[in-house]
């Protein structure tokens, strides 16, 4: 964790704006805002909370981050809630404490382990988890260099290696953690890119019709 914790101190410290994006939680607002509303959330991988409405929505709220620059900045914004410094992959929650585990463009930076934090999401959720991904069609066309995981790929990076996966990806992963996938929509690179944008104002960009990120929404069995 210590390798990964100096990493993000440093991206939160000099780059806070990089470590942000308005992509992950609007789609949350898109497609499951009122699945979140009153009800008890964790988003795992939180950083400053620039662009979620998470806390305001839910009826209780933890944030995780390994973080402790991106909570600090983070907490003056949040009105109420619980904030927490710790590992994806081992979550300091009580096991179906939550109603919903949210991860909002994390999982593909945790690497090749980023299944276990998936497990750890599971584990703490009573009703399921959701989350986005990047998808491996247009990354593998900006990085040359990868390796075949159980699930998905590891692309080399210029700061950190990314995981990428395909739908059947997810599918997989979803059913041993013991899930069903609700929802997943995936989106290109143009529509990643132009996210939020007014229609005057987007563009095309190169390789722009390939498959760029997922979101997923994943719920537990009921019994």
């Known amino acids: 964790m210590a390798q990964q914790r100096d990493f993000w101190e440093t991206v939160w410290?000099?780059?806070p704006d990089d470590a942000s994006s308005n992509f992950g939680y609007g789609l949350i607002c898109d497609f499951d805002s009122e699945t979140l509303r009153d009800k008890v959330v964790v988003d795992v991988g939180c950083g400053n909370f620039t662009y979620s409405r998470i806390p305001e929505i839910a009826s209780r709220f933890y944030g995780v981050d390994v973080s402790h620059t991106a909570l600090i900045d983070g907490k003056e914004?949040?009105?109420r809630g619980h904030l927490v410094q710790a590992s994806a992959f081992?979550?300091?929650l009580a096991s179906r404490l939550v109603d919903f585990a949210v991860s909002v463009e994390v999982l593909p930076l945790?690497?090749?382990?980023?299944v276990d934090a998936l497990r750890e999401m599971a584990r703490v959720s009573v009703e399921g988890i959701l989350f986005t991904v990047n998808h491996v069609e247009a990354i593998s066309r900006r990085s040359a260099e990868s390796r075949d995981l159980t699930y998905g790929k590891l692309?080399?990076?210029?700061?950190?290696d990314v995981?990428?996966?395909?739908e059947a990806d997810v599918g997989v992963v979803i059913r041993e953690l013991g899930l069903s996938i609700d929802t997943l929509v995936v989106?290109?690179?143009?529509?990643?890119?132009n996210y939020g944008v007014p229609w005057h104002?987007?563009?095309s960009y190169s390789n722009g019709d390939l498959k760029e990120a997922m979101y997923v929404k994943a719920v537990h069995h009921k019994v």
């Open 13 to 15: 410290s000099e780059s």
């Open 77 to 79: 914004y949040l009105e």
């Open 90 to 92: 081992a979550l300091p």
């Open 110 to 114: 945790l690497g090749v382990d980023y």
């Open 155 to 160: 692309f080399k990076g210029e700061m950190i």
């Open 163 to 166: 995981v990428a996966l395909a």
């Open 187 to 193: 989106f290109t690179r143009d529509e990643v890119m």
């Open 201 to 203: 104002q987007r563009q």
